[in-house]
């Protein structure tokens, strides 16, 4: 057989079910592959031994009617895994080896997939291009010198490097949007609520949500349909029926309205993003959707407020990492509170650290209201604006970055440049509606350029019907050469 | 808005995270520019905008007030980077 991992997961869901390929061939063949892509750094820990086991116990007892019948996945290391070690990128937790599993893996598993390795991020998933990880930055397999994106670079890398079939991440701000877009990938940020936090190591508790990774639009339904679900382990999780994506996902799209937000044409936009919008437009309205301007007033402000309203609630959820009860403790300090401060100055990187100190700065005696109320009331504006866009249009299109993947370390001491990089997909995290990032097309150095389709509360199936139209109208194809596995 | 040393060192001490002078150099600049940047909010009105708690249109769930979970004391333990059978071992408190 040609090289299994070359095929999307939908594929090898069918050839595993057919029998036509065994899961442990399935196996072999991308542990193959992770040996020849250490470059990328993709990976924290490797889990190929359980991998092989699983895989065996599939074949030796197949139960075909699953979602994931035997197929091996890597995830972002920010998912808690029973007895594999989970990092979340930080030296924090380098040595921390959960004793429970996060919801959203057990899904997968309960749907016959199982852990094949846990894949780099950003520290606490803070960061835009994967270069805040303790573990070093991971490698875009698009171009060697660039940056996957972030913070679920590691998973982006990995898929689109053929070294997973699909992947799961989370999304706070853009963390699976910003690197599919990066790596020619789909990723999609679900509404908030629909995937459980739960064992999910937590960055900003109102904003946070999991999602797929993937390379096809079907394998991203196939795989939101195996990892979302209600939990009654998160208080936040929506409490209705799981949906058959992957069964109703249809190319009919006639009669959508899709709205075009002006306010999304940003100075100093390259021309290339521009057509690319124009392109995504005509694809749809050929289809059958209508294009309709419309308004998101607010979209300015969306930036500053995430920057008030993320740190304020990292730096309550990271305040757990004490040095006591978990994870890394400094050796120095006489006292406690000096064993504290040592822990975490030593623990955390810089990122981090800013984030943290942005968060208390925030919340603290005087500045409470200033800031932090002032940001909620903004954050109200930003969603109102939304649900009056959606009284007219079923969907909206935008693209999903202003630039195509930047290189190493261009970006990496402006913060500010940095955080700009997230400015089309922050607004859906304040919203707390669905946003999926669909490849459409390549810049003038080959670098891949994605669209965002963002969606109603519950809206997911819209999204991902015009997302498939739009693969297979836009006719993306990768052009990725695995520079990496030659010496 | 510029946020100065003295306003860092305040911040690290209440975040308890110690640095370095050099660093509360650096920080003061970092984050006097984002504080630049967030200032930016203060150009809208919101005197009549309630601030938003909730992005779910459900309200919090009850449940049932009965134990589900619990007795886990030595999983809980396993991880600590100072322990003995029963407690987390932390640096004398109490002279």
Same mark, same amino acid.
């Given at each position: 057989?040609?090289?299994?991992?070359?095929?999307?997961?939908?594929?090898?869901?069918?050839?595993?079910?057919?029998?036509?390929v065994?899961?442990? !061939?399935?196996?072999?063949?991308?542990?193959?592959?992770?040996?020849?892509?250490?470059?990328?750094?993709?990976?924290?820990?490797?889990?190929?031994?359980?991998?092989?086991?699983?895989?065996? *116990?599939?074949?030796?007892?197949?139960?075909?009617?699953?979602?994931?019948?035997?197929?091996?996945?890597?995830?972002?290391?920010?998912?808690?895994?029973?007895g594999?070690?989970?990092?979340?990128?930080?030296?924090?937790?380098?040595?921390?080896?959960?004793?429970?599993? $996060?919801?959203?893996?057990?899904?997968?598993?309960?749907?016959? +997939?199982?852990?094949?390795?846990?894949?780099?991020?950003?520290?606490?998933?803070?960061?835009?291009?994967?270069?805040?990880s303790?573990?070093? *930055?991971v490698?875009?397999?698009?171009?060697?010198?660039?940056?996957?994106?972030?913070?679920?670079?590691?998973? +982006?890398?990995?898929?689109?490097?053929?070294?997973?079939?699909?992947?799961?991440?989370?999304?706070?701000?853009?963390s699976?949007?910003?690197?599919? $877009?990066?790596?020619?990938?789909?990723?999609?940020?679900?509404?908030?609520?629909?995937?459980?936090?739960?064992?999910?190591?937590?960055?900003?508790?109102?904003?946070?949500?999991?999602?797929?990774?993937?390379?096809?639009?079907?394998?991203?339904?196939?795989?939101?349909?195996?990892?979302?679900?209600?939990?009654?382990?998160?208080?936040?999780?929506?409490?209705k029926?799981k949906?058959?994506?992957?069964?109703?996902?249809?190319?009919?799209i006639?009669?959508?309205?899709?709205?075009?937000?002006?306010e999304?044409?940003?100075?100093?936009?390259? *021309?290339?993003?521009?057509?690319?919008?124009?392109?995504?437009?005509?694809?749809?309205?050929?289809?059958?959707?209508?294009?309709?301007?419309?308004?998101?007033p607010?979209?300015?402000?969306?930036?500053?407020?995430?920057?008030?309203?993320?740190?304020?609630?990292?730096?309550?959820?990271?305040?757990?990492?004490?040095?006591?009860?978990?994870?890394?403790?400094?050796?120095?300090?006489?006292?406690?509170?000096?064993?504290?401060?040592?822990?975490?100055? !030593?623990?955390?990187g810089?990122?981090?650290?800013?984030?943290?100190?942005?968060?208390?700065y925030?919340? $603290? $005696?005087?500045?409470?209201?200033?800031?932090?109320?002032?940001?909620?009331?903004?954050?109200?504006?930003?969603? *109102?604006?939304?649900?009056?866009?959606?009284?007219?249009?079923?969907?909206?299109?935008?693209?999903?970055?202003?630039?195509?993947?930047?290189?190493?370390?261009?970006?990496?001491n402006?913060?500010?440049s940095m955080?700009?990089?997230?400015?089309?997909?922050?607004?859906?995290?304040?919203?707390?509606?669905?946003?999926?990032?669909?490849?459409?097309?390549?810049?003038?150095?080959?670098?891949?350029?994605?669209?965002?389709?963002?969606?109603?509360?519950?809206?997911?199936?819209?999204?991902?019907?015009?997302?498939?139209?739009?693969?297979?109208?836009?006719?993306?194809?990768?052009?990725?050469?695995?520079?990496?596995?030659?010496? | 808005?510029?946020?100065?040393?003295?306003?860092?060192?305040?911040?690290?001490?209440?975040?308890?995270i110690?640095?370095? #002078?050099?660093?509360?150099?650096?920080?003061?600049?970092?984050?006097?520019?984002?504080?630049?940047?967030? #200032?930016?909010?203060?150009? @809208?009105?919101?005197?009549?905008?309630?601030? /938003?708690?909730?992005? /779910?249109?459900?309200?919090?769930?009850?449940?049932?007030?009965? @134990?589900?979970?619990?007795?886990?004391r030595?999983?809980?333990?396993?991880?600590?980077?100072?322990?003995?059978e029963?407690?987390?071992?932390?640096?004398?408190?109490? #002279?």
């Amino acid at each position: 057989m040609s090289d299994i991992t070359n095929k999307s997961l939908t594929q090898i869901v069918d050839l595993i079910k057919k029998k036509e390929v065994k899961s442990e !061939e399935v196996t072999n063949a991308y542990i193959n592959n992770i040996k020849k892509g250490k470059k990328l750094n993709s990976f924290i820990t490797e889990s190929f031994d359980n991998a092989l086991t699983k895989s065996k *116990n599939f074949d030796a007892n197949p139960n075909y009617e699953s979602l994931l019948p035997g197929v091996p996945l890597a995830v972002k290391d920010l998912f808690c895994t029973n007895g594999v070690r989970t990092t979340a990128g930080s030296k924090m937790l380098e040595n921390f080896v959960p004793n429970y599993e $996060s919801t959203v893996t057990t899904n997968l598993w309960t749907e016959g +997939a199982f852990l094949l390795g846990k894949l780099n991020c950003d520290e606490y998933a803070m960061g835009s291009s994967n270069e805040t990880s303790f573990f070093g *930055n991971v490698i875009n397999p698009v171009k060697e010198n660039t940056v996957p994106g972030g913070s679920s670079g590691g998973s +982006a890398s990995a898929l689109a490097a053929d070294l997973t079939p699909a992947t799961i991440g989370t999304d706070t701000g853009g963390s699976i949007r910003q690197p599919a $877009s990066f790596t020619g990938t789909v990723g999609l940020k679900p509404t908030y609520g629909l995937c459980s936090r739960w064992g999910i190591v937590a960055f900003a508790s109102s904003l946070d949500q999991a999602g797929p990774m993937t390379k096809t639009v079907s394998d991203c339904a196939l795989m939101l349909e195996a990892m979302s679900g209600f939990d009654p382990k998160d208080s936040t999780s929506i409490d209705k029926k799981k949906e058959n994506y992957s069964k109703k996902l249809t190319k009919n799209i006639k009669g959508l309205k899709i709205g075009i937000p002006k306010e999304y044409r940003v100075d100093g936009m390259p *021309n290339e993003i521009e057509e690319l919008w124009e392109k995504g437009k005509k694809l749809l309205k050929e289809e059958g959707a209508e294009i309709i301007d419309i308004l998101l007033p607010h979209t300015e402000y969306a930036l500053p407020t995430y920057y008030i309203v993320a740190p304020a609630e990292a730096s309550s959820n990271l305040a757990r990492y004490d040095g006591v009860k978990y994870g890394f403790r400094s050796s120095k300090g006489s006292n406690l509170i000096e064993m504290y401060e040592n822990t975490r100055s !030593e623990g955390f990187g810089d990122e981090v650290k800013r984030r943290i100190l942005i968060g208390t700065y925030v919340l $603290s $005696s005087g500045y409470y209201d200033a800031y932090y109320i002032k940001a909620q009331k903004v954050r109200q504006l930003i969603k *109102n604006d939304f649900d009056n866009a959606f009284a007219k249009v079923d969907a909206i299109l935008t693209p999903s970055t202003p630039s195509a993947a930047f290189e190493i370390g261009e970006k990496k001491n402006d913060p500010i440049s940095m955080y700009l990089n997230d400015i089309f997909t922050v607004p859906v995290n304040l919203a707390g509606i669905p946003a999926i990032s669909v490849p459409v097309g390549h810049d003038k150095n080959n670098l891949p350029l994605g669209l965002q389709l963002i969606g109603k509360p519950l809206g997911e199936q819209t999204l991902l019907n015009l997302a498939l139209c739009m693969e297979s109208k836009s006719n993306f194809k990768q052009k990725i050469i695995k520079w990496w596995e030659k010496n | 808005m510029s946020i100065d040393k003295e306003k860092i060192k305040h911040t690290a001490k209440l975040a308890r995270i110690s640095f370095d #002078e050099k660093k509360i150099e650096s920080l003061s600049k970092d984050l006097s520019n984002i504080f630049n940047f967030i #200032e930016k909010l203060s150009n @809208i009105n919101t005197d009549k905008v309630s601030p /938003l708690t909730s992005i /779910l249109d459900q309200t919090l769930r009850t449940r049932e007030d009965k @134990i589900t979970d619990g007795g886990i004391r030595d999983k809980i333990l396993e991880n600590s980077p100072s322990k003995n059978e029963e407690f987390f071992i932390v640096p004398k408190v109490i #002279e």
